[in-house]
């Protein structure tokens, strides 16, 4: 069974468009069936930010969006809206992720100050560790 992680939209923005750097490898990862990914509606939401400012870079339509978000949503899991990325501070979910994701991955430097609660990972860690 492939690794599950849960993954921020600026990761997954920075794999898509830098295949050479830690992200980019990760999401060569998912691709290959090697990792799954756990996305929250905020990352899909950043994710298609990313993309609307880069699509005339890109030279993609809205409708070229909408479909790569789309496509993303079929081959990721992807949570179920009100559903947080990273559960509130209890003692009893001390550590969990959802849906069975083992480490979030993310450089997002507010996240990074609960790695001692949850496993919580930089792109480059991450890769260093299981790539």
């Known amino acids: 069974m492939p690794h599950r992680i849960l993954i921020d939209g600026e990761t997954l923005a920075i794999g898509l468009a830098y295949p ?25 939401e ?3 930010k990313f993309l609307d400012k880069a699509s005339e870079f890109l030279g993609w339509s809205t409708l070229d ?3 790569m978000i789309s496509a993303i949503t079929l081959m990721a ?3 179920p809206p009100g559903a ?25 430097e507010s996240y990074q100050a609960w790695a001692a609660i949850y496993p919580i990972m930089t792109p480059k860690r991450f890769w260093e560790t299981y790539g």
Request: aromatic fraction near 6%.
């Open 46 to 48: 950043e994710l298609a």
């Open 20 to 44: 050479g750097t830690p992200q980019g490898q990760i999401v060569t990862a998912w691709r290959h069936g090697r990792l799954e990914l756990v996305l929250g509606r905020s990352g899909l």
């Open 84 to 108: 947080t990325a990273v559960p509130p501070i209890l003692p009893k979910l001390k550590g969990y992720l959802p849906e069975g994701a083992s480490v979030f991955v993310t450089e997002d």
């Open 77 to 79: 899991i992807v949570l």
């Open 65 to 67: 969006i909408i479909e």
